[in-house]
Each structure stands twice: as structure tokens, then as C-alpha cells.
């Protein structure tokens, strides 16, 4: 009876009621578009980086702590034995799709052909390995990672630059990459730069460079140098396959991708070092178990290794996504506050128009609480509508959006994506929402309704 | 009255022959003063009395001498200053507010003046409405509040809502609803105020009728003396006082 006396009194006092619920159903409708967004981005942020570094990571200890100012001191002394050492655990086979070590390495490059030159931070990656892990779409959202644009071959003498590098090094043209000019004295050989210069001394010197013969295939050639972990200068030719925008300016402006050997035969002469071993796993609900299963076995085996989520390596995406939700946060915040007051508007509303029926009901022999429970029934009932018309007003608008095809690039990315809002695609945010959303309508008419039941009955039944 | 829907509480009631008068109600040196802006206005200045069962008693006197302040003393939905009560040898004067509530639910049907009919509700549910306070199955619920409907003649329009019918429908209803729980007492507080003179004399015949049918005990407070039956007992009020 409380809820068929609740539900028409809403049908009675329709517009109010159909106001109340569309207060609560925008309010409910802005927070899951905008939370279908930061789930999208959840995805799709953790896709990118998991597409590029892998799940887990695997570095000598310390290497996260004190690796930047020595990395020779904290690499990986011997890859290979650790890969075939979790390779040969069978209850790790299953969860591991793609397993590769990676070199980080830094240093000058130069242009052969003008002498330009510049500081690069590079990657030695197998480039069939990475190739393999960027197709990874675990989560089924779509989003197609790039391809290195390096050769399968890992001892290939081909590299990817950033776009911004191929910008700097004045390549641009040369690789006929859109919407990348030269710097305007790209051409002309610049000596300003003392790194440069000690650059230009080096090739000049350096013999078994000049012994190096100018291939044929019309790529640009680049000069990578770098300190072995010997400390000694080691410099070898490549061509630059192709430009690649990088997510970061920074790093878009120095970025160099080369072979896995490449990069081994410029720093570490040929011994089988590694700065870090990229795991990419078929579900990531399985990190935490893998990791902890091959940190046990780096252990066991007596290897100076740790397995990291990606996470720990790097903070982006727990910053993006903690950006994101604290966003969420205060939107949510304020349109509850919003949904709060019109709730509790609505509510004192209706308890001053009842205050006969309140009086009457009292008089019946009906407890406070009866009273509060018809009023807040009342409530719970406008919160469910407004719930029913965000979720319904929520799928309806995220598919025309998702439909709409608009490009965002998120930070992660250096290529835009297309805005997909995830709202039923995560069925435990959206159910929270509705739920939230009954929640503080009842929270809402708490305070009216404890007025309302508290109401002198002589004076109820006087009113008019 | 078929056998299922019989006021239960026949037995219960239980009145020995032999007592004389059977009192409903005892009152001692009731008071109400409410204060008004600061300024006390006292609305009973001491009244003692007692009301028999098994009749249909009034209370009369002019507008403001205090009539409705003592009916919902006597209802229970208000407290005297000071004073006794005791409805049924049970002394109420100091209920909690849950309690008086549940002492109401049982033994008290209330009238009022403007029907205070729940508007979204049928008349069958207005009728069934104060039964949720009784341990009652829907089904019984919806039989006895057909039943009542039907002994004060609205049998025809259980399913119409209190808008689509007249001020003496509306107030047969309101009848019903106080007699449904089968309470001892029903108070009525100038039940025909909102009616012309030939429905109030109709209203005042009902209720008298019930009152004798289920043998409960009516008190009705009216300023309208011509509408008291001879013979009724009566409480006349003026000024806060007995007359
Ligand atoms: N809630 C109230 N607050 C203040 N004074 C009241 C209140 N109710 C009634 N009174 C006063 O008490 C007196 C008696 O009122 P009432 O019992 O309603 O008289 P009657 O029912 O005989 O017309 C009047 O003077 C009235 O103004
Ligand atoms: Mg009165």
C-alpha cells in the first residue's frame, strides 16, 4: 500500500515528479557519460601501454631506483637466460603471449648526409616481438596499435625516429612523412651545439665509420653514438625506415627505434645485456598472479632480477587514470549536491501539502514511522525513475556519440583515437551510478521526511 | 453482516449486564492551555466528567469554547495540561507518542470534519488503509473494508476515488474507515460542518446506527444542537468549562 500511495501521489504531482526524475536522470546521464569516458580511457589507456611495454617488465633491482644516472651498473647481465628460464615453466605458458627483451640507450645522432646531429634516447626492441604485442587487444576495444615500422629482421640496420627527431635531423623530406617540415636550417651544418660538435670530431675520427660505404637505397642515413658500458664511443650507420609520432614532445623530439641487435652491438658490444624483459600476458586480471610467479622463480634461480606491472615502471597511466577520477570525483560530487537539493525541495513540497494526510494518518494510530516510510518510499521511487531515464538516456546518448566517430588523443597516445564512451560496456559503474542515484534520493528526503513525521497531529489535522 | 466479516472483538468487549453504565471514558480536571505568540490562552479550564459506553454521546457549545481541543484529548492525538484520563479503565494520560499511537490504532476511529480521505487511494483502500496496522492477510483486509463499505451503503462504488463522489459519500466513507478496525471509540469532530442540513441529519443517523449495529461508542462534538436526537447524552462546553 505505502508504494502504490507513493507511486500515485508521483503520478498526481506529475510534473513535479517527471522535473525531480529528469534533475536525477541528467545528473545520473552527465556522470556516466563522463565516467563511460574515464572507463574508455582505462581501456584504452592501459591498451596503448600494454600494446607497448607489456604487462610485466622485468629489471635488474634497483635498476627503477638508481638505473637513470648509471644504467651500464643495472642491466639485465644475461637476457636470454632468464626469458628461457620462465619460458620453461608450463604453468606460466599459458598466460604469456609474447616475451622480449628491450634495450634503453642514449646518445648522439647524426644525420650522415648534412651533419646535422642531436642527443637521441632510444629503444633496441625485436621488432617481430613488439609488432606482435602491439595487435594485443585483450579488452576487445578495437584500438589498433601501430606497427614499429622496423624490419622483422633483428640485426637489420633500419630504425624508426621520432617525428619530431626526423623534424630536427631535417628528414622530413627525404621520407616524404605528412605533416612534418624541416627545421629551416636543417641543411646547413650547425656547430653551436658542443655535443654536436664533439659529435662531428668523433665521425671525423673515427675509421671504421669512414670505412662505411653510402648504401644504395636512398633512405637517409643516420650516424647513432653512444658509450659502450665500457665507457668507450661506439658508433654505427643506419637508415631511417620511417618517422613515428611519440606521445611525449620530449621524448618525439630525440626518439630513435633500432633493432634489438643494433642497439646491443652500439652499447653492449655484443654480451648478451638487456635493460629490461617485456612480458605481455592474454589477460591482465592475471598480472599480479604472473608476477609473482616468475618473481619467485628470478629468486629461486639466484638472478638480481624483479617483475614490475607496468604500473610501478610507469606512473602515466595511474596518473591519467587518478586525473580522471578525481574529475569524476567532483563532478559527481557537485551534481549530487545539485540532485540533493531538488530532491529535497521536491520532497518539502509535497510534505507541506500533506500535512492534513500526515495528521490523519498519525490520528489512525500510525507510528512516526509509517509517516517516514510513505514519504521516503516516495523518494526511492523518483530515484529509481530517474535512474531508469540516466541509464536509458545514458546507452541512448553514448551510442550517438560513439556513433559521431570523434577523435581524441589521449595522453598516452601520440595518434588520436575515437571517442568511445563505455557505458554499459562496464556494467558494474553503471549499475553503481542507478544505484548512487536511489541512494541519495532517499539520503535527500531524509531531513523532510523526519520533520514531516515529527509534525504535531492536533496542529496536522487544523491545517486547511 | 455475513459471518466472515462479524466484528471480531465481540466477546472481548464482553459488558456484564448487570453493570449500569459501563464508562468509555473518565475524565479529571482536564486542562489545555496553548501558548500563542508568547501569550498563554487556556483552552479547558477543567473538566471532569465521564462518557458511557454503548451510546452515541455530544458535545456542544459555541465556536472556540474548547469542543475539538477536548475530542483529541480524548482521542489520544493530543495531551491535556494536566488532568486524568482513562479510556476503557486504562489510564492514558501519560502514553508516549508510540504509544498512544498504538493505543489509537486499536480502540479509536477517527471522523473528521473535511473527510480527510487519502485522495490517490480508492475508496476501498481509504476504507482498508488503517487496517495495515493490524495483523491482517490483504485478503481480509480487502473483505472487511468491503464489508463496511457496504453497511454504510457505498457497496455500488468501492473502486471510485474520493474525488469522483459528494461530501456525504465522502463522509460515509470516512464512517467506514473508522469502523473497519472495529475500535471501541470513534470521535467525531463536527462531522457535518462541510455538509447541508438534510446529509448531516443523514450522517448523524448513520453514525448512530453503526454505533447501536456495532455496538461501539461514538462521541460527536457539533455546534448544531438541532441535530442532537432527544434522549442523547450530552456535554455542553462553554468557555473551557462544562456547562
Ligand atoms: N493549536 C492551537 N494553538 C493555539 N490555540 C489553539 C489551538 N487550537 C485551538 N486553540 C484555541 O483554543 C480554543 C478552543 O478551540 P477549539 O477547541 O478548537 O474550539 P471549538 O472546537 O469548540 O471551536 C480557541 O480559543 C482556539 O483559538
Ligand atoms: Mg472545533
Given at each position: 500500500?505505502?508504494?502504490?500511495i507513493?507511486?500515485?501521489?508521483l ?6 515528479s517527471?522535473?525531480t ?5 541528467v ?6 557519460l563522463?565516467?563511460g ?12 601501454m600494454?600494446?607497448d ?6 629489471y ?12 651500464e651498473d ?6 636470454s637466460?632468464?626469458?628461457a ?12 603471449t ?7 640507450l ?8 648534412t651533419?646535422?646531429?642531436?642527443t ?8 617481430a ?6 595487435q ?7 584500438q589498433?596499435?601501430?606497427p614499429?615500422?622496423?624490419p ?22 627525404a621520407?616524404?612523412?605528412?605533416d612534418?617540415?624541416?627545421a ?10 658542443p ?6 670530431d ?18 637517409p642515413?643516420l650516424?647513432?653514438m653512444a658509450?659502450?658500458?665500457?665507457g668507450?664511443?661506439n ?24 633493432p634489438?641487435?643494433q642497439a ?6 655484443g654480451?648478451?645485456?638487456?635493460t629490461a ?10 598480472a599480479?598472479?604472473?608476477?609473482t610467479?616468475?618473481?619467485?622463480l628470478?629468486t ?25 577520477a ?21 520532497v518539502?513540497m ?6 492534513k494526510?500526515i495528521?490523519?494518518i ?13 514519504f521516503?518510499?516516495?523518494s526511492?521511487?523518483?530515484g529509481?525513475f ?8 545514458g ?9 559521431a ?29 542507478a ?9 535527500a528526503a ?6 514531516a ?5 492536533v ?6 | 453482516m455475513?459471518?466472515h ?10 459488558i456484564?449486564l ?9 475524565f479529571e ?15 479547558l ?11 452515541t454521546?455530544f ?6 469554547s474548547g469542543?475539538?481541543?477536548f ?6 492525538v493530543d495531551?491535556?495540561t494536566?488532568g ?12 508516549s507518542?508510540?504509544a498512544?499511537?498504538?493505543f489509537?490504532?486499536r ?6 470534519q ?7 487511494l ?9 487496517l ?23 457497496g ?5 476515488r474520493?474525488?469522483e ?8 466513507v ?13 470521535v ?7 455538509l447541508?442540513?438534510?446529509t ?11 454505533q ?17 436526537p432527544?434522549?442523547s447524552?450530552?456535554i ?6 462544562l456547562?
Open positions: 500500500m505505502i508504494w502504490k507513493a507511486f500515485r501521489n503520478v498526481k504531482n506529475g510534473r513535479r517527471v522535473t526524475a529528469l534533475a536525477i536522470g545528473g545520473g546521464l552527465a556522470a556516466l563522463l565516467g569516458f574515464v572507463t574508455s580511457i582505462w581501456y584504452g589507456v592501459q591498451t596503448s600494454i600494446q611495454q607489456g604487462n610485466l617488465q622485468i635488474r633491482n634497483g635498476y627503477l631506483e638508481f638505473g637513470a644516472a648509471n644504467p643495472y642491466t639485465i647481465p644475461d637476457w637466460a632468464a626469458i628460464l620462465i619460458k620453461a615453466d608450463e604453468a606460466l605458458a599459458r598466460d604469456i609474447v616475451i622480449t627483451p628491450r634495450i634503453d642514449a646518445g648522439i645522432a647524426g644525420n650522415a648526409a651533419g646535422n646531429s642531436k637521441f634516447i632510444g629503444q633496441g626492441v625485436v621488432a616481438d613488439l609488432d606482435r604485442m602491439r594485443w587487444d585483450g579488452w576487445g576495444i578495437g589498433p596499435g601501430t614499429t615500422g622496423l622483422a629482421d633483428p640485426a637489420a640496420d633500419k630504425v624508426v625516429v621520432g617525428l619530431g627527431m626526423a623534424r630536427m635531423l631535417g628528414v622530413c623530406e621520407l616524404a612523412v605528412p612534418c617540415k624541416d629551416p636550417d636543417a641543411g646547413a651544418g650547425r656547430e653551436a651545439d655535443a654536436a660538435a664533439e659529435y662531428t668523433l665521425v671525423a675520427g673515427d675509421a671504421e665509420l669512414a670505412g662505411l660505404t653510402e648504401q644504395g637505397t636512398g633512405l642515413q650516424n647513432l658509450a659502450t658500458t665500457e668507450v664511443p658508433i654505427i650507420r643506419v637508415e631511417i625506415a620511417a618517422a613515428r609520432a611519440q606521445a611525449v614532445r620530449a621524448l618525439d623530439n630525440a626518439f630513435v627505434m633500432l634489438f641487435d646491443r652491438a652500439l652499447v653492449f658490444d654480451s648478451p645485456e638487456a624483459i617485456m612480458i605481455q600476458l592474454t589477460s591482465p586480471d592475471r599480479e598472479a604472473v608476477k610467479r616468475i618473481q619467485g628470478l629461486d634461480a639466484g638472478m638480481d632480477l624483479s617483475a614490475y606491472h607496468f604500473t610501478e615502471v610507469d606512473p602515466t597511466f595511474t596518473r591519467i587514470f587518478g586525473m580522471f578525481f574529475i569524476f570525483a567532483v563532478v559527481s560530487a557537485v551534481l549530487a549536491l545539485v540532485i540533493v537539493f531538488t530532491i529535497f525541495n521536491t518539502s509535497t510534505v507541506v501539502e500533506r500535512v494526510e495528521g490523519t498519525r490520528a489512525m494510530g500510525f507510528r512516526r514511522g509509517f509517516v517516514g516510510r510513505l521516503l518510499a516516495e526511492a521511487l523518483t529509481l530517474g535512474a531508469a531515464l540516466a541509464l536509458a538516456m546507452i541512448g546518448l553514448s551510442r550517438m556519440i560513439n556513433a566517430g570523434v577523435q581524441w588523443t589521449p595522453p598516452s597516445n601520440a595518434t588520436p583515437l575515437t571517442v568511445q564512451l563505455m557505458v554499459l560496456e562496464n556494467p558494474v559503474f553503471a549499475l553503481s551510478v544505484l548512487f542515484l536511489i541512494v541519495i534520493a532517499v539520503a531524509i531531513w523532510p521526511t523526519f520533520r513525521s515529527r509534525l504535531n497531529i496542529e496536522s489535522l487544523q491545517r486547511g | 455475513n459471518q466479516t462479524e466484528p471480531a472483538n465481540f466477546e472481548d468487549r464482553n456484564p448487570d453493570a449500569p453504565h459501563p464508562l468509555a471514558a473518565q480536571a482536564i486542562t489545555k492551555e496553548y501558548t500563542l505568540d508568547k501569550v498563554k490562552v487556556r483552552a479550564g477543567g473538566i471532569s466528567g465521564a462518557i458511557v459506553q454503548g451510546a454521546t458535545i456542544t457549545g459555541p465556536s472556540g469542543k475539538s481541543t475530542l483529541n484529548i480524548l482521542g489520544l495531551r491535556p494536566s486524568a484520563l482513562s479510556l476503557f479503565g486504562e489510564d492514558v494520560t501519560r502514553l507518542d508510540a498512544a499511537a498504538d489509537r490504532s480502540n479509536i476511529g477517527f471522523i473528521f473535511s473527510f480527510n480521505l487519502i485522495p490517490v480508492s475508496l476501498r483502500e481509504n476504507v482498508e488503509f488503517p495495515l496496522r493490524h495483523r491482517m492477510s490483504a485478503r481480509a483486509r480487502r473483505d472487511r473494508a468491503a464489508a463496511y463499505l457496504e453497511a454504510v451503503g457505498l455500488g462504488m468501492m473502486d471510485r474520493p474525488g463522489i459528494s461530501g456525504g459519500q465522502r463522509q460515509r470516512a464512517v467506514a474507515r473508522a469502523l473497519a478496525t472495529e475500535p471501541r471509540l470513534i467525531a469532530d463536527e462531522p457535518t460542518a462541510n447541508d442540513s438534510r448531516s441529519r443523514e450522517i448523524v443517523a448513520l453514525l448512530a446506527r453503526m447501536a449495529e456495532f455496538d461501539t461508542t461514538v462521541v460527536i462534538c457539533t455546534h448544531e444542537t438541532q441535530l442532537i432527544p434522549q447524552p450530552v455542553e462546553i462553554i468557555d473551557g468549562r456547562a
